[in-house]
C-alpha cells in the first residue's frame, strides 16, 4: 500500500529514468506489534535494515510509555513483524536506554528511541535501507512512509534537547498519528534513511514530528 501511495507523489515517469532510490528504500518497510501485558498492546512501523534485522522506536517494545498509561506489565513481552500481510514473531535483540523525566516526559539517552528486532522465521523478501552518512539538515527532502502514510516533505528544523545527555533530534512539519513510531524518513535523491519516526512535540509554529537522526542510528546499530 504504501508503494502505491508513493507512485502518486512521485511524479511523471521520464523515458530512461532508473529506479528512485526512496521509492525502493522505501519498500524496506515492515509493521511490528508488542504484547507487553495483559489488555496492554503497541504498535508501528519498522524499518528493514538487512540480514533479517529491523529498526523500530525503542518507546513501542521496552514498556516505558504502557507502564506510564497504568499497564501491567508481563515477564515475558512478545513481539511480531510483519510483512505484507506475513507475520512471524520476534525477538527483541537491544534496545536504547529510557527513562521517565518529570515533567518533559520519556527520554532516551544519546537520542537513540530504537530498537533492534530479528523475525524467528523467514519473512518475505524486503529492500534494505542502510542510515545516511551525515545527519539531516533543515531544508532536505524526505520521504516519510510509516504504516499510515507515504509522502515527499521537507525537514524544518534540528531540535536538541535541553540535556545533550539525551541528544537531538530533526523535525517535520506535521502531527504524528498513533502507529507511526518507527517509520523511515529517506532521503529523496539517495534514498539512505534519513531518520527514523520517534515522538511528536508541541511547538510555536505548529506541530512537530522528531525523528531519530541517522549517526544515532548509527551508533545504535555498531553498539
Same mark, same amino acid.
Given at each position: 500500500? $504504501?508503494?502505491?501511495?508513493?507512485?502518486?507523489?512521485?511524479?511523471?515517469?521520464?523515458?530512461?529514468?532508473?529506479?528512485?532510490?526512496?521509492?525502493?528504500?522505501?519498500?524496506?518497510?515492515? /509493521?511490528?506489534?508488542?504484547?507487553?501485558?495483559?489488555?496492554?498492546?503497541?504498535?508501528?512501523?519498522?524499518?528493514?535494515?538487512?540480514?533479517?534485522?529491523?529498526?523500530?522506536?525503542?518507546?513501542?517494545?521496552? !514498556?516505558?510509555? +504502557?507502564?506510564?498509561?497504568?499497564?501491567?506489565?508481563?515477564?515475558?513481552?512478545?513481539?511480531?513483524?510483519?510483512?505484507?500481510?506475513?507475520?512471524?514473531? +520476534?525477538?527483541?535483540?537491544?534496545?536504547?536506554?529510557?527513562?521517565?523525566?518529570?515533567?518533559? !516526559?520519556?527520554?532516551?539517552?544519546?537520542?537513540?528511541?530504537?530498537?533492534?528486532?530479528?523475525?524467528?522465521?523467514?519473512? #518475505?523478501?524486503?529492500?534494505? $535501507?542502510?542510515?545516511?552518512?551525515?545527519?539531516?539538515?533543515?531544508?532536505?527532502?524526505?520521504?516519510?512512509?510509516?504504516?499510515?502514510?507515504?509522502?515527499?516533505?521537507?525537514?524544518?528544523?534540528?531540535?536538541? /534537547?535541553?540535556?545533550?545527555?539525551?541528544?537531538?533530534?530533526? /523535525?517535520?512539519?506535521?502531527?504524528?498519528?498513533?502507529? /507511526?513510531?518507527?517509520?523511515?524518513?529517506?532521503?529523496?535523491?539517495? !534514498?539512505?534513511?534519513?531518520?527514523?519516526?520517534?515522538?511528536?512535540?508541541?511547538?510555536?509554529?505548529? #506541530?512537530?514530528?522528531?525523528?531519530?537522526? $541517522?549517526?544515532?542510528?548509527?551508533?545504535?546499530?555498531?553498539?
Amino acid at each position: 500500500m $504504501a508503494a502505491l501511495l508513493l507512485a502518486g507523489c512521485a511524479g511523471p515517469s521520464r523515458p530512461g529514468r532508473g529506479p528512485d532510490p526512496a521509492l525502493n528504500a522505501a519498500s524496506a518497510m515492515a /509493521e511490528v506489534a508488542a504484547s507487553l501485558g495483559p489488555g496492554c498492546r503497541a504498535g508501528g512501523s519498522a524499518v528493514h535494515l538487512g540480514q533479517g534485522r529491523f529498526i523500530t522506536a525503542a518507546h513501542i517494545v521496552d !514498556g516505558l510509555t +504502557a507502564r506510564a498509561q497504568g499497564c501491567r506489565l508481563a515477564t515475558s513481552p512478545s513481539f511480531m513483524i510483519a510483512v505484507a500481510g506475513s507475520p512471524a514473531p +520476534a525477538t527483541l535483540r537491544t534496545k536504547g536506554l529510557g527513562r521517565m523525566e518529570a515533567p518533559v !516526559g520519556l527520554r532516551y539517552a544519546g537520542g537513540q528511541d530504537l530498537a533492534l528486532l530479528t523475525p524467528d522465521r523467514p519473512l #518475505p523478501g524486503l529492500a534494505a $535501507a542502510t542510515p545516511c552518512a551525515s545527519d539531516a539538515r533543515p531544508g532536505q527532502e524526505v520521504v516519510l512512509v510509516t504504516r499510515r502514510r507515504a509522502e515527499r516533505l521537507r525537514l524544518v528544523a534540528i531540535a536538541p /534537547e535541553p540535556d545533550p545527555a539525551f541528544g537531538a533530534y530533526a /523535525e517535520l512539519p506535521l502531527a504524528m498519528v498513533e502507529g /507511526e513510531s518507527g517509520g523511515g524518513a529517506f532521503d529523496a535523491v539517495t !534514498g539512505c534513511l534519513a531518520g527514523l519516526v520517534s515522538h511528536r512535540e508541541d511547538a510555536d509554529g505548529g #506541530p512537530r514530528t522528531r525523528l531519530v537522526q $541517522a549517526s544515532a542510528i548509527r551508533r545504535f546499530l555498531s553498539m
